[in-house]
């Protein structure tokens, strides 16, 4: 019996590790995780992001066709394994793409990208064209840091204005001496903007305004994301009278433990509480979210979990097709990760990250490179 060409026949997972580069996270010795979530029987913040595995799916088609996709880190392979027992033998043409037939999860999202690479490249389109087509060819993106020495963190951010960037993303907890690294950068680095994240870590709005007025004296910060826990709306609102600093909430749907939903994006709008948003998800909700940000004319970024090559190339396509995706994306995995696992690596000119051109994600898994990495491999096939 043959089979429909676009038939989904295998999938091929193989497990990654890729450690950040040396020093790129933090100052050495002084390491903290990043990693929000729990990781087994750990608490949240207990795990460095780059100690956690990684899926890199190969989805082919009964025509030879390869969709690639990425998983966020620390996936579930129960979940893996049912999801792909379901997809297997069904055509692409069966499956909604804003709708797939996959529970939500945090693997979700690796699903979608390998079977939307699939589908533009068996229409022989780029992937940005699913999405209702690019309004821009290169996408604005920032660098990052997260815990630095004092006298390091204006130093760190020459070096990357050198480079172009015109802007630092910075971790800060309610220990951390943000104030300070805000100076730091001014003096070195007069026209970096940062973007603060405390990752709902300041606790309250006293905490918050304490900070912020000695930040906007400064006058160096263009954006504070998640200043204090997201259910405090209110206070959300309340700090946007306090500071001319835009005031950002951080909606990262993969937080599936944490409840986060499209409807957080209206609710926020509707108790006036934001300026703009951080949006991380896949491909059919961002392009939703990006719809509810452009209606309320507001701006946004995409996110990231410091990725790798796929995924990164998959936020361009939706970073480039989205109207008001125009504040600097977390796309920066190449300057933490010790690789992207591409054989080209996406085409960055800081500030901007060029739009992939070709069918599909319009990028090229290394397979040596995801051999060198490589933990474990499962394959489930018809």
């Known amino acids: ?14 497990e990654v590790i890729v450690p950040a580069n040396p020093g790129s996270v933090n100052t050495p010795g002084h390491d903290k995780p990043l990693h929000m979530l729990p990781v087994g029987g750990k608490s949240g913040w207990s795990v460095q992001f780059d100690e956690l595995p990684k899926l890199i799916l190969q989805l082919r088609l009964a025509d030879g066709t390869v969709g690639w996709g990425e998983f966020y880190r620390d996936h579930n392979w129960a979940t893996v394994s049912a999801v792909s027992q379901n997809l297997l033998g069904r055509t692409l043409d069966e499956l909604p793409l804003q709708d797939l037939p996959i529970p939500l999860s945090r693997e979700y999202d690796g699903f979608e990208c390998a079977i939307w690479d699939a589908t533009a490249k068996s229409l022989n389109i780029p992937l940005h064209r699913l999405l209702g087509g690019a309004v ?25 204005q050198d480079q172009g960037f015109d802007t630092i993303k910075l971790k800060a907890g309610l220990d951390d001496d943000i104030v300070g690294w805000c100076q730091e950068i001014h003096n070195h680095a007069p026209g970096m903007w940062v973007i603060v994240d405390p990752n709902q870590r300041w606790e309250n709005a006293g905490e918050a305004r304490r900070r912020l007025q000695a930040l906007d004296r400064i006058g160096n910060l263009m954006l504070i994301e998640d200043p204090i826990p997201r259910w405090m709306l209110q206070d959300y609102a309340r700090l946007r009278t306090f500071t001319a600093t835009p005031v950002v909430l951080h909606l990262s749907l993969p937080y599936v433990y944490q409840g986060q939903r499209p409807y957080d994006a209206i609710n926020a709008l509707a108790h006036g509480a934001v300026d703009g948003f951080n949006f991380n998800c896949g491909l059919a909700k961002f392009k939703e979210l990006d719809a509810i940000s452009t ?4 701006p946004c970024w995409h996110g990231s979990e410091v990725d790798l090559g796929i995924l990164e190339a998959m936020y361009v396509h939706q970073a480039a097709a989205a109207k008001s995706c125009t504040w600097p994306s977390d796309i920066f995995g190449r300057l933490i990760r010790s690789h992207d696992l591409l054989e080209t690596p996406l085409a960055f000119s800081p500030p901007y990250v060029a739009l992939p051109q070709g069918p599909g994600l319009g990028v090229t898994p290394s397979p040596e490179a995801i051999a060198r990495f490589k933990q474990s491999e499962n394959v489930f096939a018809l």
């Open 1 to 14: 019996m043959s089979l429909v060409p676009n038939t989904i026949v295998e999938l091929r997972f193989e």
């Open 136 to 160: 821009r060819d290169k996408v604005k993106v920032g660098s990052w840091s997260s815990w630095r020495e004092m006298d390091e963190m204006g130093p760190l951010a020459k070096s990357f």
């Open 295 to 298: 209606a309320a004319n507001l």
